[in-house]
């Protein structure tokens, strides 16, 4: 799988978010992250749809939208939309039939589907969804707040990707991320690098993401 680096724009400065995603272009980023947060699933409120459809209207990236929300079947229609390209939900919101149903949904809009797992979310917890889901987000944090520390769940995603087995599916991981977590992670098997403060507030956002993306590519290849 392909090494891949996400910078998520709730890190950003978001006085400046046209400016900031011209900036996460230039630094070499492959997708830009883009929180959607409710205040119920999580304690806090983020950024909305009109927001996801200015920055659809900026780039040309990829944009992978993680919605910390109760209810994201009641947007995947605004997500479309809004001109996202990956909708990842939590495992938790719902019972199986559910979560495979909005999965599904996902996908007939055109858009890839992503389950994720919270930090006590068990691997085993991905295996009812594995063929309906094009990415797992592996959470190294609680979700919520940027800022956090690295929680190691190393051995979760290693236990993934024996699930997967040659399935074209990616691991994501999102919480804490820069060079040497990042490293931790591919070397597990993880490939797709949510990246908040660790680029954003980065004296140099290039090199940070070249950073990060090196010493994954060599942590996955060896």
């Known amino acids: 799988m392909k090494i891949l680096t996400s910078p998520s724009i709730f890190a950003c400065d978001v006085l400046n978010i046209g400016k900031e995603v011209e900036r996460t272009e230039k630094s070499g980023a492959d997708m830009i992250h883009f929180d959607v947060m409710d205040g119920v699933y999580v304690p806090n409120i983020s950024i909305g749809f009109g927001i996801l459809k200015a920055i659809r209207g900026i780039t040309n990236l990829p944009i992978d939208v993680h919605m910390m929300t109760v209810k994201p079947e009641a947007y ?117 690098f949510v990246v908040g403060n660790a680029s954003y507030k980065a004296p140099d956002m290039k090199k940070a993401l070249d950073d990060i993306k090196n010493a994954a590519e060599v942590a996955y290849n060896n």
Do not use: W
């Open 76 to 192: 995947i229609g605004v997500l479309s939309e809004s001109g996202a390209d990956i909708v990842t939900v939590h495992n938790d919101i719902g019972d199986e039939e559910k979560i495979k149903t909005i999965l599904m949904d996902i996908r007939s809009y055109g858009m890839m589907a992503a389950v994720a797992l919270k930090p006590g979310v068990p691997a085993e917890a991905v295996l009812p969804f594995i063929d309906n889901v094009d990415m797992i987000l592996v959470m190294t944090v609680e979700p919520g707040f940027s800022g956090q520390s690295f929680m190691d769940m190393t051995d979760k995603i290693a236990k993934i990707k024996e699930y997967i087995g040659d399935r074209p599916i990616s691991i994501q991981v999102d919480g804490g991320i820069n060079a040497e977590t990042a490293a931790k992670c591919a070397a597990a098997g993880a490939n797709i």
